[in-house]
């Protein structure tokens, strides 16, 4: 017979016909000395908030009664009818009723006794229960009490407590968890969630286009996106890795493609809303966070093994809303370009410059007007940085596809509407004021190759 068994064989037991005939018959005892008390129910609630003043003990009538109606809502009217009704149908009403009615006369007899065998203590405060009720009641003329008082008075103590945790807490956790179970489909919904979850999936290498098994024992990821200021006052960066194959181990070392060169993986960390956590090991399909000194963007591949792999970047989208942005102060412009630079990796916002020029003005552009008041707050905010920002007429921009070295920018037949810029690392643009602009420049340039993304590796 194992725990389970043991565990039931105790509960039909005490919860059988021997409870229930002691339960009911100690009803219909008290009942009967008390000579009905339940028909002074009435007197009973007017003295329950009728204040007295003369009274002894600690807490007003009223006070007792919100006491004693807190410590049995709970359990023994919300949790207990429910599973009365569970159990037994809607007819467990009619008897819970009558137990009700009789158990008035139990109860109060239980707080006479209360009342009556009740002691103050050395700082002058009433204590009572049924502890103190086996004292009063059997102490000697002497002053002893017998072994047998004492022995109940602490039993009833010790019982006491573990009721406190046992019904008090446990039965009500137990009900909540079930009906959530039951009503709102939390272990169903989990495990259908479970079922439907696909595992990590292969990913092509942009180089040679092979499949990347997640089973790999070589290490891969790639960054899908970079946050700044993750603290303000560490002026910490944080790289956002998936990993795509093998496994992370804290400060190994990986190849990162991009730069041509071996990095030290010192942390990772695991985020949570405000909470971080340290990372000491992660598989495919995890997603670690890793400290970025400036060495990583958005799309960029880092793998282990003498065969390396790179993934395809993450495509650039046109942007839709421009202006010119210029620093109030010219002596902050080392915060001023460190902010548009980090802010722009992090793919909030896309910087441009024009041909040949520096970062004393930019052309920021975005997808909704919303994120160029995030600039001006960030950079006030984080930088310390304020910045003048006009907003340009254009609506409209491609990438220029053409080598350099095939086609000159600045000497492309365009209208008068159409400005030539280029993104931070050199590569050339058009910024178009109307469709009508576009098809210009595409019919009077043949040449001229245009793409509306950015970054394409695939």
Known sequence: MNYIEVLDSIDAAVWGPPMIILLLGCHIYTTIRTKGIQRKLPLALKLSITKDNGAQGDVSNFGAMATSLA???????????????????????????????????????????????????????????????????????DGTVPWWAKFMAIWFAVMACLTIFGVGSAVQTSAITSVAQANFGVEPFLKEFLRLTPTPL???????????????????????????????????????????????????????????KNIKLATGTSLMADDRAIVSEAYAGDIIGLFDPGVFSIGDTLCTGKKHVQFAGIPTF???????????????????????????????????????????????????????????????????????MQTLPYEHLRWVLNDPDELDIKHLDLTSDTRAIEDMKGNPLLLFGSPWSINWAEQHNPDLKLSEFGNLTF
């Not at 229960?129 to 000697?140: D, F, I, L, P, T």
């Not at 620093?327 to 630079?341: A, C, I, L, P, S």
């Open 318 to 388: 046109a942007p839709e809303h421009f202006a010119r942005v210029t620093q109030v102060d010219t002596m902050k412009r080392k915060q001023f370009v460190k902010g548009m630079e980090q802010i722009a990796q992090e793919g909030a916002i896309q910087i441009f410059r024009d041909l040949g020029s520096g970062m004393e003005e930019v052309v920021v552009g975005v997808v909704g007007v919303l994120q160029l008041e995030v600039l001006e707050y960030r950079l006030k905010n984080e930088y310390n940085v304020d910045i003048r």
């Open 71 to 141: 410590s049995t809502l709970g359990t023994g009217s919300i949790v207990g009818v429910a599973t009365a009704v569970l159990s037994g149908g809607p007819g467990a009403v009619l008897w819970m009723w009558l137990t009700g009615i009789l158990g008035m006369a139990t109860k109060y007899t239980e707080v006479y006794a209360a009342m009556k065998y009740r002691v103050k203590d050395r700082q002058g405060h009433m204590m009572g229960g049924a502890m103190h009720v086996w004292e009063q009641r059997y102490k000697r003329p």
């Open 202 to 260: 292969p990913r092509k290498d942009s180089v040679n286009g092979e499949l990347v098994d997640p089973c790999s024992e070589q290490f891969s990821g790639f960054v899908f996106k970079i946050q700044a200021n993750m603290n303000k006052n560490h002026r910490d960066r944080i790289a956002f890795l998936r990993i795509c194959s093998g496994k992370f181990e804290r400060g190994m070392e990986a190849f990162h493609v991009q730069e041509g």
